[in-house]
Protein backbone atom coordinates (compact mmCIF):
# COMPACT_ATOMS: atom_id res chain seq x y z
CA UNK A 1 0.00 0.00 0.00
CA UNK A 2 1.35 3.74 -0.48
CA UNK A 3 0.56 6.38 1.68
CA UNK A 4 1.25 10.22 1.24
CA UNK A 5 1.35 12.36 4.08
CA UNK A 6 2.73 15.72 5.16
CA UNK A 7 4.80 16.81 7.84
CA UNK A 8 5.87 20.19 9.60
CA UNK A 9 8.22 21.57 12.02
CA UNK A 10 5.54 23.03 14.45
CA UNK A 11 2.82 21.05 16.24
CA UNK A 12 -0.87 21.28 15.19
CA UNK A 13 -1.74 24.52 17.54
CA UNK A 14 1.66 26.06 17.68
CA UNK A 15 2.72 29.26 16.37
CA UNK A 16 5.71 30.33 14.23
CA UNK A 17 7.51 30.42 10.82
CA UNK A 18 6.09 26.53 9.72
CA UNK A 19 8.27 24.68 7.11
CA UNK A 20 7.30 21.36 5.92
CA UNK A 21 6.85 18.73 3.00
CA UNK A 22 4.93 15.58 1.47
CA UNK A 23 6.32 12.38 1.20
CA UNK A 24 5.47 8.76 0.33
CA UNK A 25 5.46 5.87 2.62
CA UNK A 26 5.47 2.60 1.14
CA UNK A 27 4.10 -0.76 3.30
CA UNK A 28 3.14 -4.06 2.92
CA UNK A 29 -0.87 -3.97 2.91
CA UNK A 30 -2.63 -3.46 6.34
CA UNK A 31 0.69 -2.43 7.72
CA UNK A 32 0.44 1.11 9.41
CA UNK A 33 -0.31 0.18 12.70
CA UNK A 34 1.49 -2.81 15.03
CA UNK A 35 1.45 -4.12 18.00
CA UNK A 36 4.52 -5.72 19.12
CA UNK A 37 6.00 -7.90 21.47
CA UNK A 38 9.84 -8.44 22.60
CA UNK A 39 11.28 -11.54 24.24
CA UNK A 40 8.94 -12.14 26.78
CA UNK A 41 5.54 -13.58 25.51
CA UNK A 42 2.98 -10.65 25.44
CA UNK A 43 -0.84 -11.17 24.80
CA UNK A 44 -3.69 -9.27 22.73
CA UNK A 45 -6.99 -10.06 23.79
CA UNK A 46 -9.97 -8.55 21.37
CA UNK A 47 -13.41 -7.45 22.06
CA UNK A 48 -15.81 -10.26 21.91
CA UNK A 49 -17.71 -10.23 18.07
CA UNK A 50 -19.52 -12.59 15.89
CA UNK A 51 -17.25 -15.30 14.00
CA UNK A 52 -18.59 -14.74 10.29
CA UNK A 53 -16.52 -17.26 8.45
CA UNK A 54 -14.76 -20.42 8.88
CA UNK A 55 -11.04 -19.21 8.77
CA UNK A 56 -8.54 -17.26 10.75
CA UNK A 57 -5.77 -15.08 8.68
CA UNK A 58 -3.30 -12.43 10.50
CA UNK A 59 -0.79 -10.25 9.00
CA UNK A 60 2.63 -10.43 10.95
CA UNK A 61 5.79 -9.48 11.26
CA UNK A 62 8.94 -11.21 11.77
CA UNK A 63 11.61 -10.38 14.66
CA UNK A 64 12.58 -6.89 14.63
CA UNK A 65 16.08 -7.37 15.84
CA UNK A 66 18.74 -9.90 15.21
CA UNK A 67 20.21 -12.80 17.10
CA UNK A 68 16.57 -12.53 19.61
CA UNK A 69 15.11 -15.96 19.84
CA UNK A 70 12.15 -16.99 17.41
CA UNK A 71 9.47 -14.77 16.80
CA UNK A 72 6.23 -16.62 17.50
CA UNK A 73 2.41 -15.76 17.42
CA UNK A 74 -0.28 -18.08 18.71
CA UNK A 75 -4.19 -17.87 18.89
CA UNK A 76 -6.07 -19.04 21.28
CA UNK A 77 -10.35 -18.51 20.45
CA UNK A 78 -12.36 -17.51 24.05
CA UNK A 79 -15.91 -17.45 24.91
CA UNK A 80 -17.74 -16.09 27.18
CA UNK A 81 -18.68 -18.42 30.44
CA UNK A 82 -21.67 -19.78 31.04
CA UNK A 83 -23.43 -17.88 33.72
CA UNK A 84 -23.64 -20.41 36.20
CA UNK A 85 -20.20 -20.42 36.20
CA UNK A 86 -19.73 -16.73 37.73
CA UNK A 87 -15.80 -16.99 38.77
CA UNK A 88 -14.21 -17.82 35.16
CA UNK A 89 -13.52 -14.61 33.08
CA UNK A 90 -14.03 -16.96 29.36
CA UNK A 91 -13.32 -20.02 28.66
CA UNK A 92 -11.21 -21.29 26.09
CA UNK A 93 -13.38 -22.94 23.31
CA UNK A 94 -12.31 -26.65 23.13
CA UNK A 95 -9.33 -27.54 20.36
CA UNK A 96 -8.93 -24.04 20.60
CA UNK A 97 -6.37 -23.34 22.62
CA UNK A 98 -2.51 -22.14 22.96
CA UNK A 99 -1.52 -25.26 22.86
CA UNK A 100 -3.26 -26.33 19.72
CA UNK A 101 -2.61 -23.65 17.52
CA UNK A 102 0.06 -24.19 14.84
CA UNK A 103 3.21 -21.72 15.57
CA UNK A 104 3.31 -18.37 13.14
CA UNK A 105 6.62 -17.62 12.44
CA UNK A 106 8.49 -15.75 9.34
CA UNK A 107 7.00 -12.06 8.21
CA UNK A 108 3.42 -12.73 6.81
CA UNK A 109 0.84 -10.60 5.42
CA UNK A 110 -2.00 -12.92 4.84
CA UNK A 111 -1.10 -16.40 6.60
CA UNK A 112 -3.85 -18.61 7.93
CA UNK A 113 -4.30 -19.87 11.51
CA UNK A 114 -4.49 -23.68 11.56
CA UNK A 115 -4.86 -25.78 14.86
CA UNK A 116 -2.95 -29.45 14.35
CA UNK A 117 -2.66 -28.44 10.31
CA UNK A 118 -6.29 -27.44 10.13
CA UNK A 119 -8.01 -24.53 9.31
CA UNK A 120 -11.53 -24.60 9.54
CA UNK A 121 -12.93 -23.07 12.04
CA UNK A 122 -16.87 -23.37 10.82
CA UNK A 123 -18.14 -24.61 14.00
CA UNK A 124 -17.48 -21.08 15.11
CA UNK A 125 -19.63 -19.37 12.46
CA UNK A 126 -22.50 -17.28 13.86
CA UNK A 127 -21.00 -17.67 17.42
CA UNK A 128 -19.69 -14.54 19.51
CA UNK A 129 -15.93 -15.04 20.43
CA UNK A 130 -12.97 -13.52 21.68
CA UNK A 131 -9.30 -14.15 20.41
CA UNK A 132 -6.02 -14.00 22.55
CA UNK A 133 -3.10 -13.21 20.71
CA UNK A 134 0.43 -14.39 22.07
CA UNK A 135 3.41 -12.73 20.46
CA UNK A 136 7.17 -13.10 21.23
CA UNK A 137 9.43 -11.22 19.33
CA UNK A 138 6.71 -10.28 16.57
CA UNK A 139 4.20 -7.79 15.61
CA UNK A 140 0.68 -8.22 14.67
CA UNK A 141 -1.16 -5.51 12.22
CA UNK A 142 -4.23 -7.03 11.46
CA UNK A 143 -6.41 -10.13 11.25
CA UNK A 144 -9.58 -10.73 9.40
CA UNK A 145 -12.02 -13.67 9.73
CA UNK A 146 -12.91 -15.22 5.92
CA UNK A 147 -14.91 -18.05 4.45
CA UNK A 148 -12.92 -20.45 2.51
CA UNK A 149 -12.91 -19.79 -1.52
CA UNK A 150 -14.55 -16.37 -1.15
CA UNK A 151 -12.90 -12.85 -1.53
CA UNK A 152 -15.22 -11.84 1.27
CA UNK A 153 -13.35 -11.28 3.99
CA UNK A 154 -12.95 -8.37 6.63
CA UNK A 155 -9.22 -7.02 8.73
CA UNK A 156 -9.82 -6.28 11.82
Known sequence: DTYNYGGGTLGQHQVGTRSGGVGVAITK?????EQVAGDFPGF???KEFIFEGDRLLVNTTGS???KRPSAELRVEILQKPIASDASAIEIV????????CDVI????????????GCA???????RPVYLRFQL??????AFRIANSGSKDN???
Request: with cysteine; hydrophobic share 30%; proline share 4%.
Open 29 to 33: KNRFV
Open 105 to 116: TGDRTDVEITRN
Open 154 to 156: RTK
Open 93 to 100: VPGSSLAN
Open 44 to 46: LLT
Open 120 to 126: DLSMLKG
Open 64 to 66: LLP
Open 136 to 141: RNKGLC
